[in-house]
């Protein structure tokens, strides 16, 4: 094995093991196969390249083609062109992926679920880092640098799973490193020769200690022995020091908030794992409550508020926490007109349920609970302290019944100032179509109160919305834009889409995260379990203060405040919600999500929403931006192989029609007629090509017959380059030409074919009275035949795919630069001169 397959083979592991770090990170191991797979190839396609001793930036330029292809194929397969090729469809979709993976990585507790975004982050990352140490170790050779981007590597991983990538992991990450190291010295020491390491006892003396007698080098100890105290150092030191217990070697930790408890809301961020809350196979119960509430269906247990949208995501705002009061003041914006019934309510939670945030019913107004609670007076909600947790806890809570009437939230004053401007603040990334949407949703409506209602049916009934807990989660403007454009989803993507709508028209909104009301039990108590959790938005109106909608459909209830006394006989109006699918909270499912697929399309499972219609207005994909983008694919594609095409067009010319050749066949200035071979005793006039002139009687036909020798010449000198034989220079015509025929390996009909055009171009240069000659162009591809044959199979493909001779296209650019530069430096010399001559007759005047 050679020592650039060595590099390339340890690279590839000390990746891999590094990527080891990131296996905590998902619920599922599989992803790693593929992306061990896909390195492999990328990495294979390097040391191919290497192989065919390919310039550097060409190598590179390959493995990152071959990379987009394979991630294109594992991903995108169905949007591809031709289903390899990266067109601008299966970029697009790329690009999806992966901002549905970053959406997923803010949402999922670890270990998150292996959506295809994730997947992708995670096997696009690999390669990358498997790119970078490849190009630094293997084909710069220099196997230090790589350590960065594995460290990096780890350190994401590290990172992101808060002490899940354990000492093992970093272990493994070191001991990759290390080998990687190990085989560049060992590389570095074979390009000295064999190493002496000492003589032998046994009785081959001084030749078995040239040999090493088995046993490892000095220097290769050596390099054993230090990483071996690096890397315990390295594990030894973490451990020893007290303030670094909660680092590499620490476990991780007590936190709360971390999606312990089986997959519960989390502290952090509660849409986290609300999907797979709504996607368990089993309700585990979480907690129960008994009630004296008169209105079961209307009894949602609130945790909090996510009243940021910073475009990535709705999250909760960091605010100051106070003691809990005896009594929890009025809450803000409800008048002394609206109707409000106080009620009182005992809640029991499941042990297994460790939330930080404690579920009250909105909102609350007295909370009797044991244990290290403080009080968040914005969002009215209580925040556990020093590791408290709802697990296991007991306690009374009571709580107020705002009951509004629709004139009353019609009639609402606009609020303050200040609570406008934070919550309906809108990042700048928004689409438009989010606020177009809005504005046409709600068009006719006469106040905000009718355009949040306007808003709910819309989702609800009247825009074609389905229900489907399946559909990938996330609450930012990409998430947004996706909902309203593929009219699926779940809690998540109505109440963030809504709130978010709603900002845009200019109504104060946030988004609510708690339970639904629950199952009621024989005993009088209602049993709440992992699929009641829910999300819905909230809205705020002057004089009513938070209000609660209901847009997603067959979840919930829909509030009474936000159904018309009167129903409309106005077949035109949009079906809203009852209260009969909803009165009594209970954990089976509804008819829409129980009926089959098919029964659902045929409409034998009742009422149904309407298919979201394709929106007519959309132009897709414009037919000039897939033009650019198949010819960019194909310029991508095409870059390597201009060697190759520039070849075959130089050859196509000088082995064509006279009148293509004689340009060719000119050499260049201070060059030999060859074009890269200059024979002994030549003179200026052979060099400039007069000499030929002399030929024959007939001056065109001659000198025609003698540009086609030359460029025959030139030909075979870049075809033995090609495979492997450097031109010299300072070789004679004759002795250039048993050059080839010695090293090519040339024997029979070649090695007379590149004799005899030897001998013709002798004639041109050094003969008197030059003869005629013909036949230049089948000896050239004789000789090309002959090295052809006697080429290994690698010899064959770099001399196709990247011939050598093909640096004479940056020699001509070179040369055109720097008589370009002497064109201009002379006249501008010249110009120089005449001021300096006419500036004394100006004086004289």
Known sequence: MSGRTRLALCAFVATMLAAGALLPLVETSKWVLQAGFLLAVQTGVGALARRMRLARILTVSLQVAVTLVTLTVAFARGHA???????????????????????????????????????????????????????????????????????????????????GAGWLWFTLAACGYLLLLLAEGRDRLSQWGRVFGGVSRTSNGLAAGLEGSGRALAPVRTGRRIGAVALGIALAVPAALPALDGGLLGGTGGGTGRGGGGGTISAVNPLVSLQNNLNQPENRE????????????????????????????????????????????????????????????????????????????????????????RYEPEGRTLVGDDGQTTGGARYEVSSLVVEPTASQLGAARAPRSELVREYTRLPASLPDVVEETAERVTEGAADDYERAVKLQDWFASGGGFRYDTTVTSGTGTTAIERFLKEKEGFCV?????????????????????????????????????????????????????????????????????????????????????TDGASVAPTAAPSASESCPAQERRQGQCGVAPVPGAVDSADPGTPVGEVVLWVLGSLAVLTLPLLPMLWRLRARSRRLGSPGRTTADATPRPGQAADGSVRPAGFDGAADSGARPGRLGSSGRTSADAAARVMAAWREMT?????????????????????????????????????????????????????????????????????????????????????????????????????????????????????????????QQG
């Open 81 to 163: 062109l031709f289903g390899v090729l990266p067109g601008p469809q299966a970029v697009q979709h790329l690009a999806d992926l992966l901002t549905a993976g970053a959406d997923d990585v803010s949402r999922y507790a670890i270990p998150a679920p292996a959506t295809d975004g994730i997947r992708l982050m995670l096997i696009g990352g690999v390669l990358l880092i498997g790119l970078a140490v490849d190009v630094l170790a293997v084909t710069f050779r220099t196997a230090a640098p790589a350590g960065l981007p594995l460290l990096a590597l780890y350190s994401v991983a590290a990172g992101l799973s808060d002490g």
């Open 286 to 373: 979480v907690m129960t409550y008994r009630t004296n509430s008169a209105s079961p269906q209307d009894f949602y247990l609130r945790i909090l508020a996510l009243d940021q949208f910073s475009g990535g995501e709705w999250r909760p705002s960091t605010r100051r926490l106070r003691d809990v009061p005896d009594r929890l003041p009025q809450p803000s914006g409800l008048g002394t007109d609206v109707a409000v019934t106080e009620i009182r309510t005992n809640i029991s939670a499941s042990r297994s349920y460790q939330q930080t945030y404690l579920p009250l019913p909105y909102p609350a107004s007295e909370v009797d609970v044991q244990g290290r609670w």
């Open 493 to 577: 993507h109505f109440s963030s889409t809504m709130a978010a709508m709603a900002r845009a028209l200019g109504i104060p909104s946030r988004v609510a995260v708690g339970f639904t009301p629950g199952t009621a039990q024989a005993d009088g108590s209602v049993s709440v379990g992992l699929r009641d959790a829910h999300a819905w938005p909230e809205l705020y109106f002057e004089g009513v203060g938070w209000t609660r909608f209901e847009p997603t459909p067959s979840r919930g209830s829909t509030p009474a405040y936000t159904r018309p006394d009167v129903p409309s006989q106005d077949p035109s109006d949009p079906a809203l919600p």
């Open 718 to 842: 870049d075809t033995a380059w090609d495979h492997g034989i450097v031109p010299d220079e300072s070789q004679t015509p004759r002795k250039a030409a048993a050059r080839v025929v010695r090293l090519g390996g040339l024997d029979g009909a070649a090695a007379s074919a590149a004799h005899r055009l030897a001998g013709s171009v002798e004639q041109v240069l050094y003969a008197p009275e030059p003869r005629a000659v013909a036949g230049s162009a089948e000896d050239v591809r004789e000789v090309r035949a002959g090295l052809w044959a006697s080429a290994g199979r690698w010899g064959r493909v770099r001399a196709t795919l990247a011939p050598r001779s093909a640096v004479r296209v940056i020699w001509a650019i070179s040369e055109g630069r720097a008589e370009l530069g002497r064109r201009w430096s002379d006249r501008l010399g010249r110009a120089g001169w005449a001021a300096r001559l006419r500036r004394p007759s100006r």
